[in-house]
């Protein structure tokens, strides 16, 4: 016990708090997914290779979903580059679903083949994935052999995993024994609202699966097991600081002997040891951390900043902040001062007004902004409110929509343009026979389509064009000029399905392109890491990698670049760098523009696993970050748009 402290809180009810281990299993930290699946990669080869030069087999546990993809990525580079052969590798994969096609596109057979297998020296038969395709009859004996087949090769030497946002492994859900061997199970409703962006709806996703059971898991000698993103924080803490239960399978790993999470700090975000340091030992103390503590203390005990008494703090584990800054006091100040700092409704900037504690800088009074967007309509549902504000305080603001977003059309939307179209050509007496051959081609597909077809290319134009013409009829009433309105449409997007490609050089072009042609002084992004399927995050990966590419020109340093996030999630209150108010009258205008966006609208293709509507996530975000900073004591405002200031 840190002497120091034990003087100043002498006797206090804080003790309680010191240097408690929340964690009940090692974890590492990384500050990107990359470098975390790095590091597996490179254990996975060192394994393989003192296999090799034992003579031995490498068994290999292996995972599906998106958690794993840059752990194989890495691993097809090394072959690639650095002569890594699979020769001597058996795999085991945990799972697949059931009834499944190995030919379907969300098969794991072919998801395997499309991350690994098709590019390493692997022999066929070594590869063992459970079988979707065999008869009911028969899974209980499939079950019985996989089992035997991983025993008699020694058992798994490492297993590599994702984790579930219900807390499953494999898909081991609420409820699987820790004595589970590989079985036929059925799959959690969460689970199945998550493989909708794989499946197109739920009624296509199966019910059930083939996994191998927490047993055949925990027989592996070392297991991996990664989390990257914000969305799976509140599973993660609860997996590594809960008590082990069958209702959150992933705790039975607590009991693994060689067993390490790995997360990024996203995925870390909800722990004990991140969210209040403070409540699990001593504190670095730096102005970040002062300020998440004071934000913290007057939320949780619903007390306005300039309020809190030295007693709050000692008696809610912050005696050692009391013990440095003496008394509250000082500290309230500071704290509600940098906060009342961030609120402006000038987010282009106050002209003519002292800036020292502004957000933005004065000068020049109008300045080049660029809005990206990486859907057709995150740019009114993020920010909608400051979107509007930008352009009503007279600056050049343009918006760019970074993909097409045409894989989230319904079909039935799809084919009432397509009527319109071949309509509006009939009464016009214009005989189009090439337009009426491919509509009738697209109507045909629609009519036969498959939960596991890819739309066809005619279909996926008209699904981008009416998504294009929402953000147009979007962006126009926010005030924009058409001139202003860019579709980046970036190749990496453009597979026809949920998956998607590797970011390329060709999607960095466009956007260092048209930073080049604006020039801007202020550029918003979307910095939302928690997006279900991930374009938000690969979308702003291009953007930094366009703004490290463009870092010599003149106006790159000189601009700002701020963060909103996504539908899914908003800044914490103490990261808040830009808090901009809206009216009532101007949330309504907000919601107007998202109403635009009609295909998206009453059950969007991949509504995520909020039954919410967008405009509706909107407002209710905005509110809560108004009454957050009103429960601070600030003023009191309808609603706030909130952002972040990327510092490279
Ligand atoms: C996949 C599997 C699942 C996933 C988990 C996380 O083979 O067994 O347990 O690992 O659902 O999925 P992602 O990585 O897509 O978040």
């Avoid at 001139?483 to 980046?488: A, D, P, T």
Wanted: glycine share 6%; hydrophobic share 40%.
């Amino acid at each position: 016990m840190n002497t120091t402290i034990q003087k100043t809180v002498e006797n206090k009810p804080a003790l309680k708090y010191q240097l408690k281990n929340f964690e009940k299993v090692p974890i590492k930290l990384w500050e990107t997914p990359n470098e975390g699946a790095k590091h597996i990669a490179e254990y996975i080869a060192l394994t393989i290779r003192k296999k090799q030069q034992d003579g031995e087999y490498a068994v290999l546990g292996l995972a599906t979903g998106s958690s794993p993809i840059k752990v194989y990525n890495e691993l097809v580079r090394m072959h690639q580059e650095e002569g890594l052969s699979f020769s001597n590798v058996v795999t085991f994969n945990l799972d697949e679903y059931f009834p499944m096609n190995p030919d379907s596109l969300q098969s794991y057979v072919r998801f395997m083949n499309e991350y690994l297998f098709s590019h390493v020296d692997i022999k066929p038969e070594n590869i063992n994935i459970p079988k979707g395709d065999i008869s009911i009859d028969d899974v209980g004996d499939f079950c019985e052999k996989y089992e035997k087949k991983i025993e008699s090769l020694g058992g798994l030497d490492i297993q590599i995993l994702g984790i579930g946002r219900t807390g499953h492994i494999g898909f081991n859900e609420p409820g699987a024994w820790l004595s589970s061997k590989t079985r036929l199970v059925k799959l959690d409703h969460i689970t199945r609202v998550d493989a909708v962006k794989d499946f197109g709806s739920e009624d296509n996703v199966p019910y059930r699966a083939i996994t191998m059971g927490i047993d055949t898991i925990m027989k592996a000698k070392q297991i991996f097991i990664m989390a990257w993103g914000n969305h799976k924080a509140d599973i993660v803490r609860e997996a590594i600081e809960g008590n082990i239960t069958e209702i959150v399978p992933a705790t039975y790993l607590q009991q693994h002997s060689n067993v390490k999470f790995y997360l990024d700090e996203a995925a870390a975000s909800s722990l004990t040891k991140v969210k209040t340091p403070w409540l699990a030992g001593i504190c670095n103390w730096d102005e970040k951390l002062i300020a998440k503590a004071v934000i913290w203390l007057s939320l949780k005990i619903k007390k306005p900043i300039l309020k809190l008494l030295d007693e709050d703090y000692i008696s809610n584990g912050l005696s050692e902040l009391i013990a440095e800054y003496n008394s509250a006091y000082s500290l309230n100040i500071k704290i509600f001062n940098k906060l009342q700092h961030s609120i402006t409704g000038w987010p282009g900037g106050k002209p003519n007004a002292d800036d020292t504690k502004r957000p933005e800088r004065a000068s020049p009074a109008k300045k080049r902004v660029i809005i990206f967007s990486p859907h057709p309509d995150d740019d009114v549902i993020s920010m909608g409110g400051t979107f509007l504000r930008l352009v009503e305080q007279g600056h050049d603001v343009h918006v760019a929509y970074q993909v097409s977003g045409n894989i989230a059309v319904h079909d039935v939307d799809a084919w009432r343009y397509a009527a319109f179209m071949k309509d509006y050509a009939k009464a016009m007496g214009l005989e189009i026979p090439a337009l009426d051959e491919i509509l009738g081609k697209v109507n045909k597909f629609i009519a036969r389509k498959k939960s596991e077809d890819r739309d066809i290319k005619e279909l996926r134009l008209i699904k981008g064009i009416i998504r294009e013409e929402e953000a147009r009829s979007g962006a126009m009433f926010c005030g924009l000029k058409e001139k202003n309105i860019h579709f980046l449409k970036m190749p990496f997007y453009e597979t026809g399905g949920a998956r998607k490609n590797a970011l390329s050089q060709a999607d960095y072009d466009i956007i260092v392109d048209l930073l080049n042609t604006i020039k801007p002084h202020q550029v918003y992004a979307a910095g939302d890491l928690a997006d279900p399927h991930g374009t938000h995050r690969v979308c702003l990966d291009a953007i930094f990698k366009a703004f490290e590419q463009t870092k010599n020109e003149k106006w790159s340093k000189d601009c700002y670049l701020w963060l909103y996030r996504g539908a899914w999630h908003e800044w914490p209150i103490d990261e808040i760098e830009m808090a901009v108010p809206l009216s009532p009258d101007e949330l309504l205008k907000k919601r107007r523009a998202i109403f635009m966006h009609q295909s998206q609208k009453d059950s969007p293709v991949f509504p995520g696993d909020d039954k919410r509507e967008f405009w509706q996530r909107a407002e209710d975000r905005n509110k809560e970050t108004a009454n957050s900073y009103n429960t601070l004591g600030l003023a009191e405002y309808e609603a706030m748009e909130a952002f972040v200031r990327w510092k490279f």
